[in-house]
């Protein structure tokens, strides 16, 4: 209720146009005095700033902006097979940007475009820094062009080393161990694993953690239970119709996203098996996606929002930095979670109705 009130305050907030009718003067007039510029009469800055004051009128970011303010632009370039990852960060991003009173202008990165034209697009449109969600984040013609013109990024979810690019990322293969753990705690020896697209440095470190955590549990790597996959739901039912068609299948699969682990759960109920009395299936990134399926995946929540919004406002910092003193190069590791739903369960066992 507060949230609903507060939006209609904003929307019937008096506007530079409101001062410049309640003055008598354009615009521009009102832009002028806002802006502290001399040219103005004196007779007339008094008129505005009465105007200012009888209509408690506060200048919004794009009035400041046309007053003679320092717009700040930022990019967000993406290129992401998973609607409802892209969703989320979407979402992130907009919000933090409108916090940081900076514009955010969305492009789709096109395979087919060279790089040379997509950085050359972004400084025609006097874009001041770079959001670099996954895939893009580890495409290092990209960052390389981007920094030789000199245009600020910050990568997210990177599996990358920090270096010399703005980052914000989970852990990832200590979220993927701590799933294996689990997955082994449940009383799985057999566990199969759908890898990520080998594009994302995050697909490796995923898999690390789920050798580790094998071999700590004294459990070999078996090659027939790895597939790979691209992230994509396509890529996982194939992925998922490969391990299950083994003469001894895995009594869990461990997929690198919920797209490739709603997509095992389908090719599971297409074959007769139940998740997750026959088959457990987990996923990583918690997007909405593993709740609306059914049944309700148990995964890793990456805050995918969140990160968005870190991201902001690290590269907004950058670039004051930038601007100011000098800026800081940081790298923001948020905190991951391991979510227990329903499609997990001890091998060839049901759970109770209800139980989590």
């Given amino acids: 209720m507060t949230d609903t009130r507060s939006s209609r305050r904003q929307r019937n907030a008096p506007t530079i146009n409101d001062v410049a009718v309640h003055a008598g003067v354009s615009p521009m007039t009102v832009s002028r005095v806002i802006n502290g510029e001399q040219v103005v009469r004196a007779a007339t800055r008094e008129?505005?700033?009465?105007?200012?004051?009888?209509?408690?009128?506060?200048?919004?970011?794009?009035?400041?902006?046309?007053?003679?303010?320092?717009?700040?632009?930022?990019?967000?370039?993406?290129?992401?097979?998973?609607?409802?990852?892209?969703?989320?960060?979407?979402?992130?991003?907009?919000?933090?940007?409108?916090?940081?009173?900076?514009?955010?202008?969305?492009?789709?990165?096109?395979?087919?475009?060279?790089?040379?034209?997509?950085?050359?697009?972004?400084?025609?449109?006097?874009?001041?820094?770079?959001?670099?969600?996954?895939?893009?984040?580890?495409?290092?013609?990209?960052?390389?062009?981007?920094?030789?013109?000199?245009?600020?990024?910050?990568?997210?979810?990177?599996?990358?080393?920090?270096?010399?690019?703005?980052?914000?990322?989970?852990?990832?293969?200590?979220?993927?161990?701590?799933?294996?753990?689990?997955?082994?705690?449940?009383?799985?020896?057999?566990?199969?694993?759908?890898?990520?697209?080998?594009?994302?440095?995050?697909?490796?470190?995923?898999?690390?953690?789920?050798?580790?955590?094998?071999?700590?549990?004294?459990?070999?790597?078996?090659?027939?239970?790895?597939?790979?996959?691209?992230?994509?739901?396509?890529?996982?039912?194939?992925?998922?119709?490969?391990i299950l068609s083994l003469l001894d299948p895995p009594t869990a699969i461990f997929a690198s996203n919920d797209d490739m682990a709603a997509a095992t759960v389908a090719i599971a109920h297409r074959t007769g098996l139940d998740v997750p009395g026959d088959l457990t299936v987990c996923g990583f990134d918690d997007t909405s996606l593993a709740t609306t399926i059914w049944p309700e995946l148990t995964t890793i929540r990456q805050p995918i929002s969140a990160m968005a919004r870190a991201a902001v406002e690290v590269l907004v910092r950058q670039l004051k930095g930038r601007r100011g003193s000098g800026a800081e190069v940081e790298h923001l590791v948020l905190d991951h979670a391991l979510i227990r739903r329903q499609s997990d369960a001890a091998p060839r066992m049901r759970p109770r109705l209800g139980s989590r």
Avoid at 92 to 106: E, F, P
Wanted: charged fraction near 20%.
């Fill in 47 to 242: 008129k505005v700033e009465a105007a200012i004051a009888a209509l408690n009128y506060a200048p919004s970011a794009a009035a400041r902006t046309l007053a003679g303010g320092e717009e700040t632009r930022i990019g967000l370039l993406y290129s992401n097979p998973s609607s409802s990852y892209l969703s989320e960060f979407l979402v992130g991003s907009l919000d933090q940007a409108s916090r940081s009173s900076v514009d955010l202008v969305v492009e789709k990165w096109d395979e087919d475009t060279s790089v040379a034209s997509v950085v050359a697009h972004l400084k025609r449109g006097r874009i001041d820094g770079v959001i670099l969600p996954p895939p893009l984040c580890d495409l290092p013609e990209l960052v390389n062009a981007l920094d030789e013109a000199g245009i600020p990024a910050v990568a997210v979810a990177t599996g990358r080393a920090p270096g010399e690019l703005a980052a914000v990322s989970i852990d990832d293969r200590l979220a993927a161990y701590e799933m294996t753990r689990h997955l082994i705690a449940l009383g799985h020896s057999r566990i199969g694993f759908i890898r990520g697209n080998p594009n994302q440095s995050a697909s490796a470190k995923r898999f690390e953690g789920y050798v580790e955590a094998l071999g700590e549990a004294g459990l070999s790597v078996q090659d027939e239970l790895i597939a790979q996959g691209f992230f994509t739901y396509r890529s996982g039912l194939d992925a998922a119709e490969h």
